[in-house]
């Protein structure tokens, strides 16, 4: 009944004007209603916009990435593709990737690569960085070749782009961050002094600093040295608006290293506020939503603040409800030590 009335209002206010929200909550609320596949499919061609902000005020303010996920799919059905293809296919990755479904999020970052193949390699890189990836070997592997390969026969110092239009401070921070997560730290040192060498853009960016800073927090973390560690990721300024590759110099690893290493140091009310900044704080957070609750969460046990605890367990495990096959044992155990909060 209560959709019925929606319906009605609904209606009654499209009548009166064209009003791309109202549209949207007339075509999600109606799901297979004939007037609801209308709207929709007239949304996804003349206002695709619409659909992005939606799917992403769900994710972060309902924090409910699988009624996002439905939502993007009936929008795909309806056409969201043909107006937007780029942005449908990043926010499908985006989207996938924050409920742990990574084999998915890499096949949707192969579609964005018909439009823009950097892009695509800078996603699938990041990706395969993030702490949800570990069981992906191979495609590591790969990428990190294909960057590699990238890297070669591209100028040093010249081009900006590579010839898959990679930018070149973005694969060398990339690179660097799989040297760190290898412990290979000679080779993270080297891409982070690349950086810092590098000519600066045209446009004033800041982020070869910002990258270099955190390649070098990541190796002094692993030295064993956290407070350089802390000292370095504060000291670096935060990136440029409007940079080149957003959702990587969004900085999510170092954001989640420092929380750990707070953590680490028994800072916990600092750790506890880092991820919850990454808990659903903003668009580009959305990839280490689940794994911050988790920390969170567990922190919080160790605490002895059982009811912000069980919050936090349950946003993971209803974010990861429908993760990879791979990635279930780290639900399971989730649920378990949930079960055990008193």
Request: glycine share 6%.
């Amino acid at each position: 009944r209560g959709a019925d009335s929606i319906l009605r209002a609904a209606g009654a206010l499209m009548a009166t004007g064209p009003d791309p929200e109202v549209a949207f909550f007339h075509a999600v609320i109606s799901k297979d209603h004939p007037a609801g596949r209308a709207a929709l499919a007239r949304l996804a061609l003349e206002a695709p916009s619409t659909i992005t902000n939606a799917v992403h005020r769900l994710t972060a303010y309902a924090r409910d990435p699988a009624m996002a996920d439905t939502v993007l799919q009936r929008a795909f059905r309806a056409g969201f593709a043909t107006a937007d293809a780029r942005g449908a296919h990043y926010l499908a990755v985006v989207i996938a990737a924050t409920q742990g479904q990574l084999v998915r999020a890499l096949r949707e970052a192969d579609a964005v690569a018909e439009s823009n193949p950097g892009e695509a390699l800078e996603l699938r890189a990041l990706l395969l960085t993030t702490p949800a990836s570990s069981h992906l070997v191979r495609e590591r592997a790969s990428v990190l070749r294909r960057l590699q390969s990238d890297n070669r026969h591209s100028g040093a110092h010249t081009d900006l782009t590579s010839a898959s239009g990679l930018g070149r401070l973005t694969r060398w921070y990339l690179l660097g961050l799989f040297a760190a997560q290898a412990w290979d730290t000679l080779a993270a040192i080297h891409f982070a002094d690349s950086l810092t060498s590098a000519k600066p853009t045209t446009s004033g960016s800041n982020v070869a600093t910002v990258f270099s800073a955190g390649l070098r927090a990541h190796v002094l973390s692993l030295k064993g040295q956290p407070e350089a560690a802390l000292a370095t990721l504060a000291a670096a300024p935060e990136p440029n608006q409007g940079v080149h590759g957003q959702l990587v110099a969004s900085q999510l690893n170092e954001r989640l290293l420092r929380g750990r290493l707070l953590e680490g140091l028994d800072r916990s009310e600092e750790a506890l506020d880092v991820y919850g900044s990454l808990v659903f704080g903003d668009a580009n957070s959305f990839l280490l939503a689940a794994p911050a609750a988790l920390h969170r969460a567990r922190l919080l046990v160790r605490l002895g603040r059982s009811p912000e605890a069980k919050a936090d367990y349950a946003t993971f495990l209803r974010t990861w409800a429908r993760a990879d096959p791979a990635l279930q044992p780290v639900v399971d155990s989730a649920r378990r030590e949930m079960a055990r909060v008193r």
